[in-house]
């Protein structure tokens, strides 16, 4: 059920970008773009085991904790935007860019932040 909130939250994300692009009266294109860039079958819980949790689940060399809410609580602080940029560009020489899934897009890798976000504070 979490994991449909995950996709369902990335959905009505998109959904938010693809308004404001048509607000801003730009071309059909870009808006299909937008839409391809998670690919089907897309699954964050599986790119988050595969790209993210050999540091993530442990915390090595300080990484948040999945499901620790205390680590993530920290970081969010600074918002999600911030994490996001951090997630895709790396962070602090430690944390590798794109966490190590470098066919993931930017939207595929904010659909992993959220999915992290979401089990682990429920938000
Ligand atoms: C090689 C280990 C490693 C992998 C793989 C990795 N991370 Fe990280 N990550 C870290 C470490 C270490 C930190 C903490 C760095 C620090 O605070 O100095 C971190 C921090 C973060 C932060 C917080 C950044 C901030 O601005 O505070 C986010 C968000 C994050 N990782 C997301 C991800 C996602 C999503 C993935 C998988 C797609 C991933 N990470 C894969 C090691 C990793």
Same mark, same amino acid.
């Given at each position: 059920?979490?994991?449909?909130?995950?996709?369902?939250?990335?959905?009505?994300?998109?959904?938010?970008?693809?308004?404001?692009?048509?607000?801003?009266?730009?071309?059909?294109?870009?808006?299909?773009?937008? !839409?391809?860039?998670?690919?089907? &079958?897309?699954?964050?819980?599986?790119?988050?085991?595969?790209? *993210?949790?050999? =540091?993530? #689940?442990?915390?090595?060399?300080?990484?948040?904790?999945?499901?620790?809410?205390?680590?993530?609580?920290?970081?969010?602080?600074?918002?999600?935007?911030?994490? !996001?940029?951090?997630?895709?560009? &790396?962070?602090?020489?430690?944390?590798?860019?794109?966490?190590? *899934?470098?066919? =993931?897009? #930017?939207?595929?890798?904010?659909?992993?932040?959220?999915?992290?976000?979401?089990?682990?504070?429920?938000?």
């Amino acid at each position: 059920m979490k994991l449909m909130n995950v996709v369902k939250t990335g959905v009505a994300l998109s959904g938010l970008f693809l308004a404001s692009v048509m607000t801003a009266g730009t071309a059909t294109a870009e808006q299909t773009l937008t !839409l391809a860039q998670i690919s089907e &079958g897309f699954d964050p819980q599986r790119t988050y085991t595969q790209s *993210c949790g050999a =540091c993530h #689940n442990s915390g090595a060399a300080g990484a948040p904790r999945m499901g620790n809410v205390e680590d993530w609580t920290a970081r969010l602080e600074k918002g999600r935007d911030v994490l !996001l940029e951090s997630t895709i560009n &790396g962070y602090n020489n430690i944390m590798p860019p794109k966490g190590m *899934c470098f066919t =993931c897009s #930017n939207d595929e890798l904010e659909a992993v932040l959220n999915y992290i976000l979401t089990t682990t504070l429920g938000e």
